[in-house]
């Protein structure tokens, strides 16, 4: 079956840099959207960078130009960049993958594998 595993998040200063990996497994790299989402306390969870099979990549404006997102087919590994951050950046990140063609990364599209997140503090 799928799983997706979260690791690389913890504690930085504003202005520092954390890099998130996400480990996936059971999960076909053929025709697929693979997203980051972050949900602060008291808030919406949010996608804030998205990547396809078909070479598409999107961001939220609020990361835009501090974040990257990429994977390595070969390690089946997921990972988001994180430079520049900001207290307002604080939440837990989850990485969520899903199986589809072109319009597999269009917004509130629904995300059937999950992982189990990772914490990001800035302060």
């Known amino acids: 079956h799928v799983q997706l595993v979260e690791s690389g998040g913890g504690s930085v200063q504003t202005g520092g840099s954390l890099r998130l990996s996400c480990e996936v497994s059971g999960f076909t790299f053929s025709r697929y959207c693979v997203r980051w989402f972050r949900q602060a306390p008291g808030k919406e969870r949010e996608g804030v960078a998205s990547l396809s099979s078909f070479g598409f990549t999107s961001y939220a404006g609020s990361v835009k130009g501090r974040f990257t997102i990429s994977t390595d087919y070969q390690r089946s590994m997921l990972y988001l960049e994180m430079s520049s951050l900001e207290p307002e950046d604080t939440a837990m990140f989850y990485c969520?993958?899903?199986?589809?063609?072109?319009?597999?990364?269009?917004?509130?599209?629904?995300?059937?594998?999950w992982g189990q997140g990772t914490q990001v503090t800035v302060s």
């Open positions: 969520a993958a899903r199986l589809g063609g072109r319009l597999a990364c269009r917004p509130n599209v629904k995300f059937d594998y």
